[in-house]
């Protein structure tokens, strides 16, 4: 168990560029979420996966975002026109089957900076 | 919208000192979470608790329950410098048939040697 990884760590990028994250989860686990925090701020919740169907998407989420997770393993969370206001930190978590109280493990997050 | 608030924002105190921090949410849960996030690094589970529970321990940690008023308090005994991080509690939302949770806005706990 290798645990959560999330790739890049930082990214910086100008206004306007498109930019796209990668999180890998627990091997075995077949929910996926992603979290946008901002500082001083606990984690937002942004959109989820089971296996490889999404199956909510926030409000936050806006047209210019996108998520997707192709064969249940892997995701990748992709923003367009990238806004100033979208600097955050975003963070990708999963769990073993999503039931009630089933714990999210945290990756370490992706820290976007929007020029 | 963020479900639980956490009370007090911020907490300092002496190591070796106990640290009680609140949680309060406002509607029905299946069960209730706390977290802890160390600076600019993912968040870390640390205890759950259901609605049908009232107190719960793991360690030095120590967390109580009370759905009559929506609010949950952890208690982090005998504190170490290590424990200074930002705490954050999670509800999920009962009668819904995912497990999403909303964490409120944390507490940040500092541990002075």
């Known amino acids: 168990d290798t645990g959560v990884s999330q790739n890049p760590r930082h990214k910086i990028t100008k206004r306007g560029q498109n930019v796209t994250f990668r999180c890998d989860p627990i091997?075995?686990?077949?929910?996926l979420y992603w979290y946008r925090q901002t500082l001083g701020q606990g984690p937002e919740f942004l959109t989820y996966?089971?296996?490889?169907?999404?199956?909510?998407k926030s409000r936050l989420l806006s047209d210019r975002f996108s998520a997707e997770r192709p064969k249940g393993s892997f995701s990748t969370l992709e923003i367009q026109r990238t806004e100033q206001g979208d600097s955050a930190m975003y963070l990708c978590?999963?769990?073993?089957?999503?039931?009630?109280?089933?714990?999210?493990?945290f990756g370490p997050g992706t820290r976007l900076t929007v020029l | 919208s963020q479900q639980g608030e956490e009370d007090p924002q911020a907490l300092s105190i002496q190591e070796g000192e106990n640290a009680t921090m609140n949680c309060s949410y406002k509607t029905s849960i299946n069960n209730l979470q706390w977290y802890r996030q160390n600076s600019g690094r993912g968040l870390v589970h640390l205890i759950l608790i259901r609605s049908n529970e009232r107190e719960k321990h793991s360690g030095r940690l120590r967390v109580t329950l009370d759905t009559s008023k929506k609010s949950s308090s952890l208690l982090i005994t005998a504190s170490r410098a290590a424990d200074t991080a930002s705490y954050f509690c999670?509800?999920?939302?009962?009668?819904?048939?995912?497990?999403?949770?909303?964490f409120g806005p944390g507490t940040s706990l500092s541990v002075i040697p």
């Open positions: 978590a999963s769990s073993l089957t999503g039931g009630s109280g089933d714990t999210q493990y």
């Open positions: 996966f089971q296996n490889e169907a999404q199956l909510e």
């Open positions: 999670a509800t999920d939302a009962a009668g819904t048939s995912y497990d999403k949770v909303i």
């Open positions: 091997s075995e686990h077949n929910r």
